[in-house]
């Protein structure tokens, strides 16, 4: 009797060694399939807006170029950084740039992180986590948040001269007494 129970024991620990084994194997060859690295995959370019860029607070567009190196049709979702799901197409073909709107209205100075999940029949993969800020108020000209002499300064700098730069707070073409009043309306305000 106590030989069988002995047989059982050593058998039971064979098949878990062996299932621990397979098991091991196939979450090796799942990471293979997910190497942007290896030689068949799904990949990103071209974020919109641009990484680590100013965003106009009132333009929601986000796009994505994709491909595929099988052309095979896609899938694709946006998401915010805590995950939160954006929008999705489930079709999407390779080589093809993939635009959604977030729906978004953004506050200005507020970084927003978002990225891009990807998958065919046969990959998927993980876009890297890009920003973006809502854009900084006009008479913020050098977007450090607080309306003061360093703005003015930049408007002087310029001074009667024709720009298109954000010294030109009310983008008429030129840098004159109409910037400095804009400035001056605001003149101490704190955007921290
Ligand atoms: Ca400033
Ligand atoms: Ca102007």
């Known amino acids: 009797m106590k030989e069988k129970m002995l047989v059982i024991i050593v058998a039971a620990l064979l098949i878990a060694i062996?299932?621990?084994?397979?098991?091991?194997?196939?979450?090796?060859?799942?990471?293979?399939?997910?190497?942007?690295?290896?030689?068949?995959?799904?990949?990103?370019?071209?974020?919109?807006?641009?990484?680590?860029?100013?965003?106009?607070?009132?333009?929601?567009t986000m796009s994505i170029h994709v491909s595929n190196e099988n052309g095979e049709t896609m899938n694709i979702s946006f998401h915010w950084a805590n995950h939160t799901r954006i929008d999705y197409n489930d079709s999407v073909s390779n080589d093809s740039t993939v635009t959604i709107h977030t729906g978004t209205t953004y506050d200005h100075y507020q970084q927003y992180n978002w990225y891009a999940n990807l998958s065919s029949v046969t990959y998927s993969n993980?876009?890297?986590?890009?920003?973006?800020?809502?854009?900084?108020?006009?008479?913020?000209?050098?977007?450090?948040?607080?309306?003061?002499?360093?703005?003015?300064?930049?408007?002087?700098?310029?001074?009667?001269?024709?720009?298109?730069?954000?010294?030109?707070?009310?983008?008429?073409?030129k840098?004159?007494?109409?910037?400095?009043?804009?400035?001056?309306?605001?003149?101490?305000?704190d955007y921290t």
């Open 18 to 60: 062996l299932s621990y084994s397979v098991l091991s194997q196939d979450v090796t060859c799942t990471f293979t399939a997910f190497d942007p690295n290896f030689g068949s995959s799904v990949s990103f370019s071209l974020p919109y807006p641009t990484n680590e860029s100013w965003q106009n607070t009132t333009n929601d």
């Open 126 to 173: 993980q876009s890297s986590i890009y920003w973006f800020k809502g854009e900084a108020y006009d008479w913020d000209i050098n977007r450090d948040q607080y309306a003061n002499q360093t703005d003015l300064d930049l408007i002087h700098a310029l001074y009667l001269q024709a720009t298109v730069s954000r010294t030109d707070i009310n983008g008429d073409g």
């Open 175 to 189: 840098v004159n007494y109409l910037d400095r009043s804009s400035l001056q309306h605001h003149w101490g305000e």
